[in-house]
């Protein structure tokens, strides 16, 4: 009579050895139970192909036979239906369907979510996922990440990446069903759940109030906390301060010199600001960073997007990016009475893109309400 690896109990007697014992689930499928020296066991599952070969794959811990039996059932039907018995990769999945849009639909369109997928997927930690294990959480995951892994310069930025989010997951989605039609895999519970982004096209409201940014600036590692307070003080592009380099910073007239999007320009600074900008500049000649990593280099978008990330999470604030920090500086100094040309000169942008962009009311509105006398 066969060993039993129906319970606890029959498992229990069994000899350790390298070969699993099986269990027939039914005709050409098995679900085995290797027993370990240690008294432990994993459980295996064994399928007999249509060419008479058998393939086996590991499930890993179960409890019980029952729940063991199901998941080679699973697995088992899986191969019934014609899925390959390899790990398939989000990649894989990507990969498969531009050659089907190449081929179905047009070269262009195929070359369009390429170009998506080699940005975001191919050679990504992402793109490794095993689709058969894949979760919605980390789809959502991997579509949230992209609204600031570049914290791109701009005012509007932050719309157009909700926006360019919602199209690549668009690329991705239909990749992923497309797999699951050819039989790739099974289900497409990992994926069917996660939804574009619905507010594309709302202005975000970068304002951080003070308590926010004590809370970002204190969870922050130095050098972050660092290119922050700079951005504080200038209102500048993320950007424009890490290109800026010691010699930009003039220390006779305690003026700041940055190049941006609308060419070179010339930033007064507070007392407070120069006394920051000199020691960041102390020790450091010529075209030297003016402000450095952790690692005595010149900031990368990629970088401070991803340290942003990590200290945004920790001071609990879900929806900033290191760019809030410009929208703080000139919805500030606005609120506080410098007027929108001069700011516009010193952030370098438009009275237009400010009056779009910034026309938000600070909470010292009802002060300065009563400012003014009208009776």
Known sequence: ??????????RAKLTPRRE???????????????????????????????????????????????????????????????????????????????????????LASSKDADYRFKRLIYGKRFGLLDLSKLRAFEVEGWRNAQLDADDPDDEESYNRAKDSANRNLASLKAALNYAKKCQLVSSDSGWKGVNKFSDVGARRNGLLTVEQRRALLAAMPGDLRSLSTALLHTGARPGEIANANA?????????????GKTGRREVPLSSVARAFFAEQARDKIGNAPLLTNAFAGRWTAAQWGKAFREARDA?????????????????????????????????????????????????????????????
């Open 315 to 375: 001071a609990g604030l879900p929806d900033a990016v290191l760019y809030c920090m410009r929208h703080t500086y000139i919805s500030e100094a606005i609120a506080q009475g410098i007027d929108v040309f001069t700011v516009a000169t010193l952030t370098g942008t438009s009275v237009a893109i400010i009056q779009s962009n910034y026309g938000n009311l600070t909470d010292n509105i009802v002060e300065r309400l009563d400012r003014i006398s009208v009776l």
């Open 1 to 10: 009579m066969a060993d039993s690896i129906k319970t606890k109990t029959a």
């Open 20 to 106: 699993p014992y099986f269990e027939q689930v039914r005709k050409g499928v098995y679900c085995g139970f290797r027993k370990l020296e240690s008294g432990a066991g994993t459980w295996i599952g064994r399928y007999r192909m249509p060419d008479g070969k058998q393939t086996f794959n590991a499930l890993g811990d179960f409890a019980e036979f029952e729940d063991a039996r199901k998941a080679v059932e699973k697995w088992a039907q899986a191969l019934d239906g014609g899925a390959q018995n390899k790990t398939t990769t989000v990649a894989d999945a990507c990969e498969a369907y531009v050659k089907k849009l190449a081929v179905d639909n047009s």
């Open 247 to 259: 010699a930009d910073y003039d220390r006779n007239t305690g003026r700041l010199w940055l190049d």
